[in-house]
């Protein structure tokens, strides 16, 4: 069964996948489970249907570096061997490590790329406004904001994964109910579908999430809350793997 939440604050901030049935399971493990921001974007995103045959992926994977340092956020330690994960289950990908992944070289590459997975720290800058952290390049200081993800060719893109923290949280954005801005900066660029965290997620925990998630997406042919639904079961049944580990991660949209 499929359970659609639309959901403003603080309903929206709500785990649902860790949320308990009548019959005492998760409903992750009854449902999947997708969150619509509103009907009248619901069908927006519908009418933005795209060719998905054969996908095109563009990892994005940036560790930190002194840019994290000076922000007191510690090395992405997995996030290169995430962006390999991926390589390896479709080595076709396009793949942006280290200090090749730019902003500039994030936008360079997108035209004719259908999944977008951007592997590095999210946050807030000291006045409050939301930032993804990817490598310096030129002037470029390596914090791109919401102007700068509008400013991308997203028209192409079905679906974007940020695998940081609280991607679903960081900063309001007006028009797209309690979605972090930086979300609905994708979504107004263009994007149809969204994969974002509610909280802080660990780096290996996260790490083995996506390598599930993309193998359901690429390999299964599911679509994106099927498979993110099938990893996070997956990591159920570990032993030792909090639900923490997993049940933050979101899929937004159709």
Same mark, same amino acid.
């Given at each position: 069964d499929e359970l659609v939440v639309v959901a403003d604050a603080p309903l929206s901030r709500l785990p649902w996948a860790l949320l308990?049935?009548?019959d005492?399971?998760?409903l992750v493990e009854s449902h999947v489970l997708r969150r619509e921001l509103s009907g009248s974007l619901r069908v927006e995103l519908e009418g933005r249907r795209r060719a998905l045959s054969p996908p095109r992926l563009l990892v994005a994977a940036y560790e930190g570096g002194a840019e994290a340092a000076a922000l007191g956020l510690a090395p992405?330690? !997995?996030?290169?061997? &995430?962006? &390999?994960d991926l390589a390896r289950l479709d080595p076709s990908a396009v793949l942006l490590t280290g200090a090749s992944a730019t902003a500039e070289a994030v936008g360079e590459a997108l035209p004719g790329i259908t999944l977008l997975h951007l592997a590095c720290h999210a946050g807030l800058d000291r006045l409050g406004t939301p930032y993804l952290l990817l490598a310096?390049?030129?002037e470029e200081a390596g914090l791109v904001?919401? &102007?700068?993800?509008e400013s991308w060719?997203?028209?192409g893109v079905d679906l974007v994964t940020l695998a940081g923290?609280?991607?679903a949280r960081l900063g309001a954005a007006t028009g797209h109910g309690d979605l972090s801005a930086v !979300?609905?900066?994708?979504l107004a660029g263009g994007v149809r579908r969204l994969i974002a965290s509610l909280w802080v997620v660990e780096d290996e925990p996260t790490r083995r999430l996506m390598r599930s998630f993309y193998a359901r997406l690429l390999q299964e042919g599911l679509e994106p809350a099927q498979a993110l639904r099938r990893a996070q079961l997956e990591l159920a049944g570990r032993d030792g793997v909090l639900e923490r580990d997993w049940g933050g991660f979101c899929a937004f949209g159709p």
């Open positions: 308990r049935g009548p005492g399971r998760r992405l330690a !997995g996030a290169l061997g &995430e962006a &390999e310096p390049g030129g904001g919401v &102007e700068q993800v060719p997203l028209a923290c609280r991607t !979300g609905a900066a994708f």
